[in-house]
């Protein structure tokens, strides 16, 4: 069975300061995992995707995370938080035939100005 | 925007009614996919569709249904509704069946409340 961990329910970081947020998975078989963003009353956006190419993923606004098998975690991370990065991500790994998708419980994002 | 679109925004019934959630998918998306957002369980995919075909079946109460249509655009039925289904029902389309390489694009949802 395929299902990711987020290890932070919450995590506050100052405006301009590094961002981690962090997800472990588990799955009987190479995994595709990806980062989807929800910010307030809008739909997930996604933010990058692992498919078993390059184990660093770049995304969308300056987002990165990096597949690590040995640690079965795919953690996201920024250089330097911006406001506007103040909203809920979701780590997902999806099935073996990629139709399904299986979520996190989700982090909430807090930047302080 | 998406290019999801999902009517109605809001929608508040009573125990026991029924409801209909529409979808339109992204144009060229052959796959659309429903999502259910509710504080004790999280995001729970329901159920996939694929060119009107169902292709994937998730956490799907019996009390729901969904189809697509010819045209690509899918409707969720909700029936015998309980205070538990009260949610945010989101719609996600794809170009193709498997999302392992394409990207699924999420509507605004549709935010269920059964008094």
């Given at each position: 069975?395929?299902?990711?961990t ?9 405006e301009?300061?590094?961002v ?5 998975y588990s799955s ?6 990806f980062?989807?963003?929800?910010h307030?009353?809008?739909?997930l956006?996604?933010?990058?995707k692992?498919?078993s190419?390059a184990?660093?993923?770049k ?7 990096e ?6 975690s795919?953690?996201l991370t920024?250089?330097?938080?911006h406001m ?6 979701f ?11 299986y979520?996190?419980t989700?982090?909430?994002?807090t930047?302080?100005? | 925007?998406?290019?999801?679109t999902?009517?109605?925004?809001h929608l508040?019934?009573a125990?026991g009614?029924?409801?209909t ?9 052959l ?7 509710s504080?004790d369980?999280?995001?729970q995919?329901?159920?996939q569709?694929y060119n009107g075909?169902e ?7 019996e009390?729901f249904?969904a189809q697509?249509?010819p045209d690509?655009?899918s409707?969720l039925?909700?029936s015998?509704?309980e205070?538990g ?6 719609c ?22 059964v008094t």
């Amino acid at each position: 069975a395929q299902s990711v961990t987020q290890l932070d329910s919450h995590v506050s970081v100052s405006e301009g300061t590094p961002v981690l947020l962090r997800c472990n998975y588990s799955s009987s078989y190479s995994p595709s995992l990806f980062w989807y963003v929800q910010h307030p009353n809008k739909g997930l956006q996604l933010l990058l995707k692992y498919t078993s190419a390059a184990t660093l993923v770049k995304g969308i606004n300056g987002f990165e995370a990096e597949f690590k098998k040995s640690e079965t975690s795919f953690h996201l991370t920024k250089p330097s938080a911006h406001m506007s990065d103040a909203a809920e991500y979701f780590c997902v790994v999806s099935d073996w035939t990629g139709n399904q998708f299986y979520f996190g419980t989700g982090t909430s994002l807090t930047v302080i100005p | 925007d998406s290019g999801v679109t999902q009517t109605p925004k809001h929608l508040i019934t009573a125990t026991g009614q029924r409801v209909t959630l529409r979808c339109s998918p992204r144009s060229g998306d052959l796959s659309v996919y429903w999502y259910q957002q509710s504080l004790d369980q999280g995001l729970q995919f329901l159920i996939q569709y694929y060119n009107g075909e169902e292709r994937a079946k998730g956490n799907i109460l019996e009390r729901f249904s969904a189809q697509q249509f010819p045209d690509l655009h899918s409707e969720l039925n909700l029936s015998s509704l309980e205070l538990g289904d009260s949610a945010l029902y989101f719609c996600a389309s794809s170009v193709a069946d498997r999302s392992t390489s394409y990207e699924q694009y999420f509507g605004p949802g549709t935010r269920l409340t059964v008094t």
